[in-house]
């Protein structure tokens, strides 16, 4: 397995080997990363062994870095190749960032049955790179299978989630504790300041104002005091239906208690929130390469699946009016539970698993 740098290119590389490991229990499986990135953190919590390569990502503006990274794209295969040989793999599976590159490239030229996995409606640098060289792509979005060069190599699946996100009548009684509606806010792990100061608008113009609303907002780490000080500024302490705190931690419980959630739209995120069929309010990160996340979100704007709003046209009231609207309609929550849940495949890691091992089998 290889992918990393965000969590978003991490978590499906772990779900799809969490699937290997559960159907071929003598499976062994190694993790392909750099240094730095997070999947030294997330992958051997799951027991996973993480090796590293050597490679940077290209930079956006004209920099003596391109130079290296120019030169760490060519000697990052030749290492690869040594490390494959000696790993002697059945397969290798890529999903995404700039880590794949060397590893894929090197298994591809060795002859080793390989896959790609693309979680995001536009595809990566590395996928896009890579995609000529591959046996399959995997992609989340049916959008993204027309923006390849090779489209006959692609098959939509979905997204691999890691086992957890499925909807449950008792969490949900639990979680909402006699309240009527259950808002859900969160702008990731570590926090994004723009999307918490927003949600505190919204606790103060519209949740604390509706007793019949429990509104649970996560700040992220970074910013929890931050957060906390504006919260008791706008004296939303005495508010017993208002909960801010810094993270999610049974976000699968909360999620499936949710009658609308206002998030990010990471691909990891959007397919929680189709697996679970839940309306939601996007508010796309502008500091992600491609600006993917708006990209992401259009897909679902597109299907009425999905209200989006870009941090720069979040005017005054903007998002207190759009939950206003959405949390007094049942009829619209409903529609757009039906067309976000179009989105899901449920058997993804299924049909990846099974797709790996016909690969291996006929090659």
């Known amino acids: 397995m290889t992918g990393g740098g965000t969590g978003g290119h991490v978590n499906p590389a772990i779900a799809i080997a969490n699937t290997i490991r559960e159907k071929e229990k ?27 390569i050597e490679i940077q990502g290209l930079r956006r503006s004209l920099s003596l870095s391109n130079l290296k990274t120019a030169y760490l794209a060519v000697t990052s295969v030749f290492k690869a190749k040594k490390f494959v040989k000696n790993f002697k793999p059945d397969v290798v ?45 995997y992609t989340n ?19 691999p989630l890691i086992s957890g996100f499925e909807a449950k009548e008792g969490d949900v009684n639990e979680i909402k504790g006699g309240y009527e509606k259950l808002l859900l806010s969160y702008g990731g792990s570590l926090g994004a300041m723009r999307v918490n100061g927003e949600m505190l608008k919204v606790m103060r113009d519209y949740s604390s104002k509706h007793p019949e609303v429990l509104h649970i907002h996560a700040s992220g780490a970074i910013e ?22 810094e993270y999610i931690y049974d976000m699968p419980k909360k999620m499936a208690a949710a009658d609308l959630v206002i998030a990010r739209a990471g691909a990891m995120t959007l397919s929680e929130l189709a697996m ?72 993804t890691n299924e049909l990846i698993y099974n797709g790996v091992r016909r690969l291996v089998d006929n090659k």
């Open 141 to 159: 979005f049916e959008a993204t299978v027309k923006k390849l060069k090779y489209p006959e190599k692609a098959i939509r699946v979905g997204n």
């Open 26 to 52: 003598n499976s062994v499986i190694a993790f392909v990363g750099t240094s730095r990135g997070i999947e030294n953190k997330l992958v051997p919590k799951f027991g996973y062994e993480v090796y590293h």
């Open 276 to 347: 679970m069929k839940k309306p939601c309010i996007l508010i796309p990160s502008p500091n992600v390469t491609d600006n993917h996340q708006y990209k992401n979100a259009v897909e679902l704007e597109k299907k009425n699946a999905a209200v989006v709003y870009e941090e720069k046209n979040l005017d005054e009231g903007v998002l207190s009016k759009a939950v206003e609207e959405l949390l007094d309609n049942d009829k619209k929550l409903r529609d757009m539970q039906e067309n976000i849940g179009g989105f899901a495949v449920e058997n």
């Open 224 to 245: 929890k005091e931050t957060a906390l000080n504006t919260f008791r500024e706008f004296g939303l302490e005495k508010y017993e239906n208002l909960q801010l705190v």
């Open 93 to 137: 599976i890529g999903t995404g960032g700039y880590v794949c590159w060397p590893v894929v490239k090197a298994a591809a030229d060795l002859g080793i049955p390989t896959v790609l996995h693309e979680s995001n409606a536009l595809p990566g640098v590395a996928v896009r790179m890579l995609e000529k060289y591959v046996d399959v792509v």
